[in-house]
């Protein structure tokens, strides 16, 4: 199983590298700069350097790199859209020193202008940050649709795979605990979900899984991840999840409100299933 949680970025990445195999992860995810939006530290060369040898020595699985939550491509005001590129451009050349090629981010909230309006900046955005030289895929990041969040139904995410020129660089990072509030009930019928999945984006896209269990229930549009068996999606249905045929080859990033001995719990537990 490839399992891993979300790191502090803060010890460097050699650190992430250690910190990932001491709780029995074989990846891991973090924040390509500090979530609050301050100036990302400088990658020095010895310290990637140690993770590659990490991550080689010990098979790891493809590492996710998550964008800070304060970026809101689909803004209705022009700054925050174009802070939002700038950031994308950023974490793009900074990504490009590591050994990672996969970027999850949020699509963003309208704030009122309707979803199409939405869509249509964050197809902009991406048709302008992506290009073709880039080894960098970017992941959109299943939603749970609190507020105006755009990302809440499969439909959604595959109109803006399809507006995108450089598709093969779009995929999506499906958050358990985001889907199970969105109204997709993988808990009583993962097949089904999974089968919409495929019929609309394409399980091929699925790139990586978010797994959280939720503290609220279903279909309630909220977002309050839980601990791995301690909300209402609950250990069986997570057991289905991480075993199923069409995604136990994914690379699993907890992202539940443990610390690093609750992370390691939550692995042996999920491993040994
Ligand atoms: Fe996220
Ligand atoms: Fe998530
Ligand atoms: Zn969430």
Known sequence: MNIGAHLSVAKGFTAMGETALSIGANTFQFFSRNP???????????DVDGLIKIMNKNNF????????????????????????????KEDLEKLEKLPCKLYVFHPGNHMGQGEKIG?????????????????IMFLLETM???GTEIG????????????VKLKEKVG???D??????????????????LDEFNNIIGLNKLKAIHLNDSLTEFASHKDRHACIGKGNIGLEAIKKIVTH?????????????????GYAEEIKLLTGL
């Not at 609050?36 to 010895?46: D, L, V």
């Not at 699985?61 to 209705?76: F, G, K, Q």
């Not at 809440?152 to 507006?163: A, C, D, M, P, R």
């Not at 045929?245 to 001995?261: G, I, Q, S, Y």
């Open 36 to 46: 609050r939006g301050a100036k990302s530290a400088a990658i020095e060369e010895k």
């Open 61 to 88: 699985a493809p590492i996710l790199a998550h964008a800070s939550y304060t970026v809101n491509v689909c803004s209705d005001k022009k700054h925050i859209r174009d802070f939002a590129k700038m950031i994308f």
């Open 119 to 135: 869509i249509n900046y964050i197809i902009n955005a991406l048709n302008d940050v992506l290009k073709p030289e880039h080894s």
């Open 144 to 146: 749970a649709g609190k």
């Open 152 to 163: 809440k139904t499969f439909e959604e995410l595959k109109t803006i795979i399809e507006g």
């Open 172 to 174: 999506v990072c499906l």
């Open 176 to 193: 358990t605990c985001h889907v199970y509030s969105a109204g997709y009930d993988i808990v009583n019928n993962l097949d089904k979900v």
């Open 245 to 261: 045929p069409k995604l136990k080859e994914l690379p699993f990033f907890l992202e539940t409100p443990a610390d690093l001995k």
